[in-house]
Nanobody, 113 residues
Framework: VQLQAFGGGLVQAGGSLRLSCVASGSIINDMGWYRQVPGKQRELVAVISRGGTTAYADSVKGRFTISRDNAKNTAYLLMNSLKSEDTAVYYC??????????WGQGTQVTVSS
């Protein structure tokens, strides 16, 4: 499985960004986004099953929305009302139909206050 992540950048607090993750090479089950800041563990942000069931970290509930297009093997993370504490490297994570997990290369999101 190969993953390509797009959409990171610099945004002011209160602004929005949309991340995209395109997977190729296998049938994909769960697709998710994690984030990591220096010195801290990578944490789950949001995940979506192939059937569309979603789960979010408490810190992003009501602000972030994860969605996917199964035909395109693509997951999206719409991030609204961004805060400085959302600044991190965001990683796409997927698992295929055999349960193997794969990570994307990471995309930087920086929120200026």
């Amino acid at each position: 499985v190969q993953l390509q992540a797009f959409g990171g950048g610099l945004v002011q607090a209160g602004g929005s960004l949309r991340l995209s993750c395109v997977a190729s090479g296998s049938i994909i089950n769960d697709m998710g986004w994690y984030r990591q800041v220096p010195g801290k563990q990578r944490e789950l942000v949001a995940v979506i099953s192939r059937g569309g069931t979603t789960a979010y970290a408490d810190s992003v509930k009501g602000r972030f929305t994860i969605s996917r297009d199964n035909a395109k093997n693509t997951a999206y993370l719409l991030m609204n009302s961004l805060k400085s504490e959302d600044t991190a490297v965001y990683y796409c994570n997927v698992n295929n139909m055999w349960g193997a997990a794969y990570w994307g290369q990471g995309t930087q999101v920086t929120v200026s206050s």
